[in-house]
């Protein structure tokens, strides 16, 4: 397997946008729209192999401080190959470039972020997170996704 893992361009929209709301359509990650797949390009990457999107994440800045990995997805075919710990490496490597000491995730696989070293959090110790974003998720105030952080001095 000849794995890229890469900074999204525009031609890879459709496919970050398919691949994620099939994990949404399943009630395991938020839905995003095309618009907002679009909007946030720049914060997403890619893994592909000949040609074929097989995972993407995005890395969203939410303070100064502070960092979310956001649309974490990896094709079916292809989870428990390590691809999504691919990404995320890549993704917290640009938290530590752009000089970001934290990084979080709402995620429904705390086991996958612990396992690389994040630690879990209760989500109110984000309240940069949910003002900016939750106040207008449809599942606030109920979220039930579970918050993990790390802090990239340490890590």
């Not at 938020?30 to 390009?41: E, F, G, M």
Request: proline share 3%; glycine share 8%; with cysteine.
């Amino acid at each position: 397997m000849s794995l890229t893992i890469r900074t999204a361009t525009v031609a890879d929209g459709q496919a970050i946008y398919e691949l994620v709301n099939a994990y949404a359509r399943r009630g395991l990650m938020l839905p995003r729209s095309q618009s907002a797949v679009y909007q946030a390009i720049r914060d997403f990457v890619v893994a592909e192999e000949e040609g074929q999107i097989l995972g993407c994440g995005a890395l969203h800045i939410i303070w100064g401080d502070l960092g979310e990995i956001r649309s974490l997805a990896v094709a079916d075919r292809w989870q428990g190959s390590g691809i999504g710990r691919q990404i995320v490496d890549r993704l917290l490597e640009e938290a530590r470039l752009l000089g970001l000491p934290s990084v979080f995730a709402l995620t429904y696989q705390r086991p996958f972020f612990v396992r690389m070293g994040f630690r879990a959090i209760e989500k109110e110790a984000l309240p940069q997170k949910i003002w900016a974003d939750c106040v207008d998720c449809l599942k606030f105030p109920d979220c039930d996704e579970e918050a993990v952080i790390i802090c990239l001095e340490e890590a």
